[in-house]
């Protein structure tokens, strides 16, 4: 008798394929979608899927269960585009229909390794510009790199990592070569180099500027030392001028007193300018002024 709150089991029956329990697969939304250039990123994800589900026995045709193998083949039609092109067959097996995608894409297969093999040329090449920004640089080393791995080309990290050190140029060494000594280039990640590069470049152009302006400030200083030292000059000449006519008798006095072994001063050479007369300076002068 049930225990009282309990439903009564009275009337059924077991049988011993109550320990096959019904088939239930969970579809993830959205599966990877098939297109002209994935097919093998495809392939690897739905044979994930498909044995995470216990149905790859399906497609490998391992086993044999009708109702496994429709939802194996329900799970393929969920990742094929109505527009891919490819023509499957709802009635045959979905290892027949799995043949018949991967026939389909076999020559597009070859061109995505043609093409990843003109990608690791390119990458082997990459080279940062001596005017070239970090930014601008990465950004094109990263899009290389991703997509080599959309090609199948499992490109590591490291691999990766000790390219673009090797890509920096000279003005970079300092940082590069502290990375590789003292950095593990084995567990560090492509975006971790990337980020200290890009720190690198702003201390790099924060020194510029300071020197930059002390640049400036040493022109401007020398400028003022010259501008200042000509016009010392100019006033010096200035001082200078006017000796000749409009000269003090008092002054060849002091020379001599300056100087003793000078010769006394001889005025018969002075020659006065409003009386063109020789022999006196202006204050002694009583002729009158010719033109």
Not at 49 to 72: C, I
Not at 73 to 91: C, F, H, R, Y
Not at 159 to 178: F, G, H, N, Q, W
Request: proline share 4%.
């Amino acid at each position: 008798m049930p225990k009282h709150g309990e439903p009564s089991t009275q009337g059924e029956k077991t049988t011993p394929d109550d320990s096959m329990r019904k088939l239930e697969v969970v579809v993830p939304t959205p599966l990877t979608q098939l297109s002209a250039m994935n097919y093998r990123h495809w392939a690897m994800r739905m044979e994930v899927h498909l044995d995470a589900q216990n149905l790859w026995d399906m497609v490998a045709g391992t086993e044999t269960n009708r109702q496994k193998d429709r939802l194996a083949l329900s799970a393929m039609l969920a990742a094929i585009p109505e527009t891919s092109g490819v023509q499957l067959d709802i009635k045959k097996s979905a290892k027949e229909n799995w043949e018949i995608i991967r026939s389909f894409h076999v020559g597009i297969d070859r061109l995505v390794q043609s093409r990843a093999q003109g990608l690791r040329r390119e990458f082997e090449n990459l080279t940062m510009k001596k005017e070239e920004k970090i930014s601008e640089f990465t950004d094109n080393f990263t899009s290389v790199v991703f997509e080599l791995r959309q090609c199948g080309d499992n490109i590591k990290d490291r691999e990766a990592v000790r390219k673009l050190l090797r890509s920096m140029p000279p003005r970079y060494d300092s940082l590069t070569l502290t990375l590789e000594q003292f950095g593990d280039l084995e567990t560090m990640s492509l975006v971790e180099a990337i980020g200290s590069l890009k720190i690198h470049e702003m201390r790099l152009a924060e020194r510029d500027a300071r020197e930059e302006e002390q640049a400036l400030l040493t022109r401007a200083l020398n400028r003022l030392k010259k501008t200042k030292a000509q016009e010392e000059g100019q006033s010096s000449r200035g001082r200078g001028r006017g000796r000749g006519c409009g000269r003090s008798k008092t002054q060849p006095d002091e020379d001599q007193k300056q100087d003793g072994d000078r010769k006394p001063f001889d005025k018969s050479k002075v020659r006065r300018y409003n009386c063109q007369n020789f022999g006196h300076f202006a204050d002694e002068c009583t002729n009158e002024k010719k033109p």
